[in-house]
């Protein structure tokens, strides 16, 4: 039996072209499995209850404050696609391979998942330990593929410290998962039905 030797191990990089639609797929829900799971154990390992975090509020004024920061962020989106060339704001194509040839479920599905998985993590864990300036912070720059423009981060970082403004204002986490989910559903749909027409 041959040993594991770890310097023969090579790593090479892969880009998003590089991925067919099903490991891209499986790469997406595994980054949101595991972030998950980061944020479930973070949140034990403060002493909280994840499922008392997870309380859905009596009345439905969260659901106000996702949908007022989800309209904010789609109309600084909308003006920055308009002014701004596409270069500057290049994701390097992720956005347009996931959603582009989805149907309307799962581009839902895609975006309740990853809302709830990011923000579970995100500002139930992260920004409880940290604050919401340094979780943006640290919410912009695992957005990797943003960081080699810095309008795109920007973006990023300000919708992150949105998230986090709601959360403390409304007092629940649904708000930032309601806009989060808002958000990457109206952009997926958009993404969507362009490349229909296109």
């Not at 989805?102 to 581009?107: E, K, N």
């Not at 998942?113 to 500002?123: K, S």
Request: proline share 4%.
């Amino acid at each position: 039996m041959r040993k594991f030797d770890i310097r023969n191990l090579k790593l090479r990089k892969v880009t998003v072209d590089d991925l067919d639609d099903r490991m891209l797929l499986a790469n997406l829900y595994l980054t949101q499995a595991l972030t998950f799971i980061i944020g479930i154990a973070w949140i034990f390992f403060q002493g909280r209850n994840p499922l008392r975090l997870l309380d859905i509020p009596g009345d439905w004024k969260f659901a106000l404050w996702g949908a007022g920061l989800a309209a904010a962020v789609l109309a600084v989106d909308l003006a920055i696609s308009r002014w701004v060339p596409d270069e500057a704001s290049d994701d390097g194509g992720v956005n347009e391979r996931i959603f582009r040839s989805r149907p309307v479920w799962h581009i839902a599905s895609i975006a309740l998942v990853v809302a709830v998985c990011e923000e579970l993590l995100f500002r139930g864990a992260i920004q409880y330990a940290i604050g919401p300036y340094w979780t943006s912070i640290v919410f912009a720059s695992i957005h990797v593929r943003y960081l080699r423009h810095w309008i795109p981060t920007g973006l990023v970082f300000s919708i992150s410290y949105g998230l986090g403004w709601i959360q403390a204002w409304s007092g629940t986490i649904w708000a930032p998962i309601a806009a989060h989910f808002l958000v990457d559903l109206t952009m997926g749909l958009i993404i969507r039905f362009r490349s229909d027409k296109e």
